[in-house]
């Protein structure tokens, strides 16, 4: 079966930097999202991997390395209003298939 | 404005009585898909679609049916809802392209009763 793993929490402090891990096991995948959401709200798309490397988008990052079944969002600049869940998902390239991880709590204290 | 709408937002409901959620997206994608949210369990698809008349089976489809007789539309359809139907559910679309971005719709409330 497919699978990916995160963290269910993570706490960090206003205006530091905070990594978001997902370890996956899956037989193969188009590549890595990343989206968040915020409590009430619907998911909004974060950023993609296709490719093992770092995406920057802003204050966002994200990695993904095939060989080593893992990914990451890297969060720089925290503001208050990062306060929320954040998910990683994979579409299989068997059967199309999406699949979530459980999603990331995150929590920025002042 | 680009945008996947669902109706009803909130829906209280009895076992038994058939309902059904629509969902429409406006921004020509082939790729539509059902997801529902429980706390603790994340996002689970429930059945997605790659084009018209084309559905596929996600990880948790008992009990549901969909339709893609449109490419703008992808009902979900509950014929006989059970309590444990009670969530929280997602219709989304994207393209079939290099980012894979899936745009939500706002979410509809349901509870069965």
């Known amino acids: 079966g497919q699978s990916l793993e995160q963290p269910s929490e993570v706490t960090a402090v206003e205006g530091a930097i905070v990594q978001i891990n997902c370890t996956y096991q899956?037989?193969?995948?188009?590549?890595l999202s990343w989206y968040q959401q915020h409590d009430g709200g619907a998911p909004t798309f974060l950023s993609y991997?296709?490719?093992?490397g770092l995406e920057e988008t802003g204050r966002f990052s994200s990695f993904l390395s095939r060989s080593d079944s893992y990914g990451y969002l890297l969060l720089q600049e925290l503001q208050m209003k990062d306060s929320a869940s954040y998910f990683c998902?994979?579409?299989?390239?068997?059967?199309?298939?999406?699949?979530f991880g459980k999603g990331t709590r995150l929590h920025i204290l002042p | 404005e680009a945008q996947v709408t669902q109706n009803p937002r909130y829906l209280i409901t009895v076992t038994g009585k058939k309902l059904t959620v629509t969902c429409s997206q406006n921004?020509?994608?082939?790729?539509m898909s059902w997801y529902r949210q429980d706390p603790g369990l994340g996002l689970r698809q429930i059945y997605y679609s790659m084009n018209v008349e084309v559905t596929d089976k996600g990880d948790v489809p008992e009990g549901y049916k969909v339709s893609r007789k449109e490419k703008r539309n992808f009902p979900l359809i509950l014929e006989s809802p059970s309590p444990n139907q009670t969530s929280l559910y997602f219709c989304?679309?994207?393209?079939?392209?290099?980012?894979?971005?899936?745009?939500f719709g706002p979410g509809t409330r349901l509870t069965v009763l």
């Open positions: 921004m020509n994608h082939e790729y």
């Open positions: 899956t037989s193969g995948f188009y590549g």
């Open positions: 989304a679309s994207s393209f079939l392209a290099a980012t894979d971005t899936q745009y």
């Open positions: 991997n296709a490719l093992d």
């Open positions: 998902a994979v579409r299989s390239n068997r059967d199309d298939k999406i699949i």
